[in-house]
């Protein structure tokens, strides 16, 4: 079984392709992240709602407005997502030591 399966880290099947980006993948970096033993652990508010613009582009100044991006949702609109609290389960989950899938 391939290892991301095992851990419990993506839902998809142990041969399915992983998506460029998809809420399913991103919750399993996430959920990776919070796999380890570091005392803390960061997540960009952009990454949990799929905000895939970078907010910054090295090597240019008048071509893209870098470091001026919003966030495109209140917080009452982001914590009210099924799948943004799916990925901050996954990684208490992870952060306390149980199985990121299951109960």
Known sequence: MHERVRAGLWH??????????????????????????????????????????????????DEHPNWQRKIVLDLEEIFARAEVRDVLTAVDRARNGLPVNGS
């Open 12 to 61: 998809g099947g142990e041969h399915e392709r992983l998506p460029d980006w998809s809420p399913a993948r991103a919750r399993a970096v996430q959920a990776f992240l919070g796999l380890s033993e570091s005392r803390i652990a960061l997540m960009q508010l952009e990454d949990l709602i799929g905000m895939d613009d970078p907010v910054n582009v090295p090597g240019t100044s």
